[in-house]
């Protein structure tokens, strides 16, 4: 039913993929409620300034994982932003 006040105008949309892109993130889709991204751990946790943590699961081959630290939206996109969700399983990337 409000699923439009949460709805991204092309602008905003085009402001933050830029933003993200400049933090050194690879943004793989926008649409108009969200923005999938890719980043090292490292990258997330120096732009959220939040802290992750790998949940160990032996029957996965993919890691989860999750702020341990909550992460805090930078204020450059503050106004845009609202949270930063982490898609269970995770695949992290490497820094190397």
């Known amino acids: ?7 991204a105008s092309p602008s905003v949309r085009d402001q933050v993929r830029t933003q993200l892109e400049a933090l050194g993130f690879s943004v793989q889709h926008v649409s108009p409620l969200s923005i999938a991204a890719k980043a090292t751990p490292e990258q997330l946790e120096n732009a959220f300034d939040g802290q992750l943590e790998k949940i ?3 029957n996965q081959s993919v890691s989860a ?3 341990s630290k909550s992460p805090k939206i930078p204020s450059e996109l503050s106004d845009k932003v609202d949270t930063v969700v982490l898609p269970q399983p995770t695949k992290i990337l490497s820094s190397g």
């Open 1 to 7: 039913e409000n699923v439009e006040a949460y709805t």
């Open 56 to 58: 160990e699961n032996p």
């Open 65 to 67: 994982w999750r702020w």
